[in-house]
């Protein structure tokens, strides 16, 4: 294990994707358990198929806010989120959609993909949340349908939470990429500006990803047992001598 020391470093950011919240029973999109092999996208997530058939997206949708609804996060969120309580400039850029670092404390998160717990309208622009699972009506009061603000296959990330990522990207000094596949642009890219502010970059991974030769530490295993052997490397053990 490397002696890394999250207390070495004034800017941290997490940066997640699905294998963060694999532990807690969300099933990730690739590999083993892969939800795009059972769901395909351009019949359930995507704007096209909202246009022909919104009714089976929402299915779609709501069946995932059930599932995530019974999940709890995780230890490695919950690791997180105590670092962020325990010091600033620890901030959490994730491509989840399940609210789970949220849930686990953590304050200071972007979502880049969007929130299943969110709606928008695209009429009226009406915009809400909610955590009903299922969400019940999926009608605006203006007649539309509500869509999932969620960034599905073909759309455009919202420009203000790109540039707020990249700027906490560029101003970071440690950079903790957890459970991505690095296989969708522009989220996959955005350790590269953490690379260039001079950060220090560990991805966490239970594999190589096709971006692992950008990493400074690779170190594989699951998000919860690597980010408590970090968290502890922190610690010193009792009757330690300070040096
Ligand atoms: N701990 C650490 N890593 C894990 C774990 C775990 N317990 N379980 C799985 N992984 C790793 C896998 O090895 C894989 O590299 O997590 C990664 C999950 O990859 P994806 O399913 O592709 O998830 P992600 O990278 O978040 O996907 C990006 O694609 O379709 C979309 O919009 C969706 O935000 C998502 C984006």
Redesign the pocket.
């Known amino acids: 294990m490397t002696t890394l020391r999250f207390s070495d470093f004034a800017n941290v950011v997490f940066f ?5 919240s ?2 807690s029973g969300v099933p ?4 083993r358990g ?3 092999k059972e769901y395909d ?1 351009e019949t359930y ?1 995507c704007q096209t198929a909202f246009d022909r058939d919104p009714r089976r997206v929402w299915e779609f949708h709501n069946y995932r806010r059930g599932l995530v609804a019974g999940c709890e996060p995780n230890a ?1 969120h919950r690791l997180i989120a105590q670092l962020e309580r325990e010091r600033p400039g620890v901030v959490v850029v994730t ?3 399940d609210g789970l670092h949220q849930r686990a404390g953590s304050r200071n998160v972007f979502e ?2 969007g929130s299943l717990w969110r709606t928008r309208c695209e009429r009226c622009g009406k915009r809400e949340a909610s955590d009903d699972a299922p969400l019940a009506d999926v009608h605006c009061p203006c007649g539309a349908f509500k869509r999932p603000d ?4 073909g759309d455009m990330l919202s420009s203000d939470l790109l540039r707020a990522a990249s700027e906490a990207m560029s101003h970071a000094d440690l950079l903790v990429a ?7 642009y522009p ?2 890219e955005l350790p590269r500006l953490a690379q260039r502010a001079g950060a220090v970059l560990v991805e ?4 190589d ?1 096709p971006l692992s030769d950008l990493y400074d530490h690779r170190l594989r ?6 980010l408590a052997e970090l968290c502890d490397a922190a610690t010193p053990a009792p009757g330690s001598a300070p040096h």
């Open positions: 997640t994707g699905a294998g963060m694999a532990e990730t999109y690739r590999g892969g939800i795009w996208y997530a490695g491509q989840n959609i880049l993909h969620i960034v599905w296959f957890i459970g991505t596949s690095a296989s969708v989220a996959a966490i991974n239970l594999e990803t295993g699951t998000a919860s047992a690597i």
